[in-house]
């Protein structure tokens, strides 16, 4: 199972709290994949702390903006492959 997450954050930035949330719901029965939809990009916080996530305790936590799946939309529209756009 991979658990999805969408935060519509507009003012508010998506800090190691809302990353450490995701990393709560990955228990055994979820799994340890976790993607984060959001508006904007995390803050360095949040990456600091999915980072230690997944050395620690080997959950992997994804952060997709708008923007990334957009892209991830045109690319599959011209046939090709959009989990490369995430290596970007």
Same mark, same amino acid.
């Given at each position: 199972? %991979? =658990?999805?997450?969408? #935060?519509?954050?507009?003012?508010?930035?998506?800090? *190691?709290?809302?990353?450490?949330?995701?990393?709560?719901?990955l228990t055994a029965p979820m799994g340890r994949l976790a %993607? =984060?939809?959001?508006? #904007?990009?995390?803050?360095?916080?949040?990456?600091? *702390?999915?980072?230690?996530?997944?050395?620690?305790?080997?959950?992997?936590?994804?952060?997709?903006?708008?923007?990334? =799946?957009?892209?991830?939309?045109?690319?599959?529209?011209?046939?090709?492959?959009?989990?490369?756009?995430?290596?970007?």
């Amino acid at each position: 199972m %991979i =658990l999805v997450e969408f #935060k519509n954050y507009d003012h508010e930035e998506i800090g *190691k709290d809302e990353t450490n949330q995701i990393r709560n719901y990955l228990t055994a029965p979820m799994g340890r994949l976790a %993607i =984060l939809c959001c508006n #904007k990009l995390p803050n360095g916080a949040a990456h600091v *702390k999915r980072n230690n996530v997944y050395s620690q305790e080997k959950k992997l936590i994804l952060f997709l903006t708008l923007d990334h =799946l957009k892209e991830m939309l045109f690319i599959k529209e011209r046939a090709k492959t959009p989990q490369t756009s995430l290596l970007t």
